[in-house]
């Protein structure tokens, strides 16, 4: 696995608190992922060792902070295989910046540095899966590293994608991480008014208006399910570890990502950890 060379800083606007935040990644040679909000006396806590909750985004807790909005870092974080830093910061969000992980990839990339030690393979031995409705996440055996996910959405731009993504460095890099956040035009009063969303712009959102996009153009023809898959990746980083089978989808989002990863966390029968991975 890799650490850091040297310190990276981003800074910028939360997608939902609209605040100025600042995100400091130290390097460290502890071989996990910490985090401490900036000056904070309180002892750092591990990434795995934290509350996580659907909230937008991916909103990480403990009894001393909350940060929210991490799935985008997180992802790039795992697929880059960079597992051992410290994670600092002001503000209570990771910010959003131009609404994907290309960002934090461009500078994890040119910073990182490989550490003697490897880092966890969680491989998945037996079938898992939560409904909710018609969506529906599940995670089964495969041979390398899948993610599969299907969208629905009644609006001619969008209506439905799906995409089958053997995850490496490579395709994250290429065909995932460049996907940015979307939302509807028509959503954005009722969001704000839960909290979220007070610093989306057109600079960081790709905005959906009735029957068109208001801000083209896209990255992707499939823009839109090539972030779904970006922000599952996110959540299944909450796992803390490399990934093993194949993760499928249909209609989902944070909410049900994060109840998988609690499934999987809970239900030891169904993976088995190699400590000695990448
Ligand atoms: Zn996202």
Known sequence: MYTLERELFFSGRGVHSGQETRLRLKPSTTGSILLQPHLSPITPVLLTACEFEAHGGTV???????LRTV???LASLICLRIGSLE???????VPILDGSAA???????KARRPLEQKMPLLKIIKPLEIKDGQAWVRAEPAETWEISYEIEFNHPVIARQALTLEISEETFKQAIAPARTFGFLQDVENLRRMGLAHGSSWENTVVL???EIINPPLRFPDEFVRHKILDFIGDLALLGCYLQGRFSAFRAGHQLHQQLVRLIRDNKNCWILKDNFV
């Open 87 to 93: 994670i600092l910061w002001e503000g209570e969000e």
């Open 103 to 109: 960002p934090f990839v461009e500078e994890l990339e």
């Open 209 to 211: 208006g009735e029957r």
């Open 71 to 73: 799935e985008h870092l």
């Open 60 to 66: 990480l807790k403990t009894n001393n902070f909350v």
